[in-house]
């Protein structure tokens, strides 16, 4: 929330409202992650794991409070994720505590998806159940990969056979199961990425998604590559392994709706990052925890103990806010929208006000080589190719006005 206590937005549009509840912990930091993440030997006091329900229960109260002191009621929360880190490093009714929370402050709209993110080490069969219970609908379970080099690689600690045990357990307990993939590990062949997609799709998750492997500044992977311990990734080795994972995917029955996930059936697209690719608002509780409101962006202090002393003060736990300017918003909802399969209206790619037009040829050139499709683009959407989505940056770079 801004850190001066003040809502800087409107009222509140029809549009669904998320939430995002950011669970900072991991048992180890992986060598190649840039995410808020902390072992619980860095941490202490009001930070650590024991009392971390009790803190984001604080949050969850004060963003209420400041809504309706703001005069804006508060809306009713379509989607719910929770995020990290390791959520499920946190007992299961720790989450179903936070979960409660959410509902008395905030309430859950009738048939509301609620996500939990897993890592196959950290959970059992009581663990789904009790989340189930809680109102939990989905679990995204962090695979990553089968093969057990890649994983060394990049520092995972689960075992590969616990991820079987984790998506039977979570589907006896009544939950939806997604598997997180990462492609592109410096030492992985095309052959180990095969095995793993064809492990994953033995399981049979209601959606899959596929991340390129990003080395990212300030992590120990990128040292490494630095160092000239381990290789640089390779773009054409990332397309390859795209094309792939699309293939095999397709073939089995899933059909992409964003750039690197894939869905048994619309009705197992993740609807929470749905709701984040089209631009729609959300409140992020934790530390470090973003949020969007009607253009306005803020987030939280970082650090876990700051976060939980400014709560325990009583004072909101936001760093900063900002803004977005109309350019801004406009780039974004062409950076995003263009993302998904649903696709970007032609007419929205104008700036707002601004009295451009887009020029045919730009669209007409993308069509000739290949990266939207003719079809819907005649009928005036933006949808990306399988060639357009290997070069989506590229395509948003072109279809943005200068």
Same mark, same amino acid.
């Given at each position: 929330?801004?850190?001066?206590?003040?809502?800087?937005?409107?009222?509140?549009?029809?549009?669904?409202?998320?939430?995002?509840?950011?669970?900072?912990? #991991?048992?180890?930091? #992986?060598?190649? #992650?840039?995410?808020?993440?902390?072992?619980?030997?860095?941490?202490?006091?009001?930070?650590?794991?024991?009392?971390?329900?009790?803190?984001?229960?604080? !949050?969850?109260?004060?963003?209420?409070?400041?809504?309706?002191?703001?005069?804006?009621?508060?809306?009713?929360?379509?989607?719910?994720?929770?995020?990290?880190?390791?959520?499920?490093?946190?007992?299961?009714?720790?989450?179903?505590?936070?979960?409660?929370?959410?509902?008395?402050?905030?309430?859950?709209?009738?048939?509301?998806?609620?996500?939990?993110?897993?890592?196959?080490?950290?959970?059992?069969?009581?663990?789904?159940?009790?989340?189930?219970?809680?109102?939990?609908?989905?679990?995204?379970?962090?695979?990553?990969?089968?093969?057990?080099?890649?994983?060394?690689?990049?520092?995972?600690?689960?075992?590969?056979?616990?991820?079987?045990?984790?998506?039977?357990?979570?589907?006896?307990?009544?939950?939806?199961?997604?598997?997180?993939?990462?492609?592109?590990?410096?030492?992985?062949?095309?052959?180990?990425?095969?095995?793993?997609?064809? &492990?994953?799709? !033995?399981?049979?998750?209601?959606?899959?998604?596929?991340?390129?492997?990003?080395?990212?500044?300030?992590?120990?992977?990128?040292?490494?590559?630095?160092?000239?311990?381990?290789?640089?990734?390779? &773009?054409?080795?990332?397309?390859?392994?795209?094309?792939?994972?699309?293939?095999?995917?397709?073939?089995?029955?899933?059909?992409?709706?964003?750039?690197?996930?894939?869905?048994?059936?619309?009705?197992?697209?993740?609807?929470?990052?749905?709701?984040?690719?089209?631009?729609?608002?959300?409140?992020?509780?934790?530390?470090?925890?973003?949020?969007?409101?009607?253009?306005?962006?803020?987030?939280?202090?970082?650090?876990? %103990?700051?976060?939980?002393?400014?709560?325990?003060?009583?004072?909101?736990?936001?760093?900063?806010?900002?803004?977005?300017?109309?350019?801004?918003?406009?780039?974004?909802?062409?950076?995003?929208?263009?993302?998904?399969?649903?696709?970007?209206?032609?007419?929205?790619?104008?700036?707002?006000?601004?009295?451009?037009?887009? &020029?045919?040829?730009?669209?007409? $050139?993308?069509?000739?080589?290949?990266?939207?499709?003719?079809?819907?683009?005649?009928?005036?959407?933006?949808?990306? %190719?399988?060639? $357009?989505?290997?070069?989506?940056?590229?395509?948003?770079? !072109?279809?943005?006005?200068?």
């Amino acid at each position: 929330m801004p850190p001066d206590g003040v809502l800087p937005f409107g009222p509140l549009g029809p549009e669904p409202f998320s939430a995002y509840v950011h669970i900072p912990f #991991c048992r180890v930091r #992986c060598g190649y #992650c840039d995410f808020n993440t902390y072992t619980a030997t860095e941490l202490g006091g009001g930070a650590n794991q024991s009392n971390y329900a009790q803190t984001l229960r604080r !949050e969850i109260a004060l963003a209420a409070r400041m809504m309706h002191d703001g005069d804006a009621s508060l809306p009713t929360l379509r989607t719910v994720f929770f995020g990290g880190g390791t959520p499920t490093l946190l007992p299961a009714r720790d989450l179903a505590a936070i979960l409660t929370a959410l509902r008395e402050e905030w309430e859950l709209a009738p048939g509301a998806e609620v996500t939990t993110e897993a890592n196959p080490d950290s959970v059992d069969a009581a663990t789904f159940k009790t989340l189930k219970a809680a109102g939990f609908t989905r679990v995204s379970i962090g695979m990553q990969s089968s093969d057990p080099a890649v994983l060394a690689t990049l520092e995972r600690t689960h075992n590969p056979e616990n991820v079987g045990k984790a998506v039977r357990w979570a589907r006896d307990a009544g939950l939806d199961v997604s598997l997180d993939l990462i492609y592109g590990t410096p030492g992985e062949s095309l052959d180990s990425w095969r095995r793993s997609l064809g &492990d994953a799709l !033995e399981l049979a998750p209601d959606h899959v998604s596929a991340y390129a492997l990003i080395v990212e500044e300030g992590t120990k992977l990128a040292a490494q590559v630095r160092r000239g311990e381990v290789p640089d990734i390779d &773009d054409d080795d990332h397309a390859d392994k795209y094309v792939l994972a699309d293939e095999l995917l397709s073939a089995a029955g899933y059909t992409w709706y964003e750039v690197s996930n894939w869905a048994r059936s619309a009705a197992h697209e993740s609807q929470h990052n749905l709701a984040y690719w089209r631009g729609y608002n959300w409140w992020g509780f934790g530390p470090g925890a973003h949020s969007h409101i009607n253009g306005v962006r803020w987030w939280n202090v970082k650090h876990p %103990t700051a976060y939980a002393g400014k709560l325990e003060n009583g004072d909101t736990p936001g760093a900063g806010y900002e803004k977005l300017t109309p350019d801004q918003a406009h780039m974004e909802q062409v950076l995003l929208r263009s993302r998904i399969r649903e696709g970007l209206p032609i007419a929205k790619l104008a700036r707002p006000g601004s009295g451009d037009t887009v &020029d045919p040829g730009v669209i007409a $050139g993308l069509i000739a080589r290949g990266l939207i499709d003719p079809q819907r683009a005649l009928a005036g959407t933006i949808e990306l %190719t399988l060639q $357009g989505r290997l070069l989506a940056d590229a395509v948003v770079h !072109e279809l943005l006005p200068t």
